[in-house]
Nanobody, 123 residues
Framework: VQLQASGGGLVQAGDSLRLSCAFS?????????LGWFRQAPGKEREFVAA????????DYADSAKGRFTISRDNAKNTVYLQMNSLKAGDTAVYYC????????????????WGQGTLVTVSS
């Protein structure tokens, strides 16, 4: 399985950005939970959001609740992260992750990871 994240960039505080992560390979994506993590400079990687196989259940870090929305399109093998009201503290490299077990996605123990996309929010 290969994961390709995109959509990062330089934005101003208060702006919105949508990240995408496309999956490829001989994998039935609908069998997997998907998630987003981020790692800011000098900090450990942290959980941002996760979505269940069907998209019916989502989970968010407290920092993301009310501002970020995770969604998936299994037909397009893609997971999205809509980020609104961005803050300087959201500056990080964002990674997508995939695993059959939702608990492993949320805990950061996913089997598969994307290469990351940089989001920079200027204040």
């Amino acid at each position: 399985v290969q994961l390709q994240a995109s959509g990062g960039g330089l934005v101003q505080a208060g702006d919105s950005l949508r990240l995408s992560c496309a999956f490829s390979g001989r994998t039935i994506i609908s069998r997997y939970s998907l998630g987003w993590f981020r790692q800011a400079p000098g900090k450990e990687r942290e959980f941002v959001a996760a979505v269940s196989q069907t998209g019916s259940n989502t989970d968010y870090a407290d920092s993301a609740k009310g501002r970020f929305t995770i969604s998936r399109d299994n037909a397009k093998n893609t997971v999205y992260l809509q980020m609104n009201s961005l803050k300087a503290g959201d500056t990080a490299v964002y990674y997508c992750a995939l695993d059959q077990e939702a608990s492993r996605v949320i805990s950061g123990a996913s089997r598969y990871w994307g290469q990351g996309t940089l989001v920079t929010v200027s204040s």
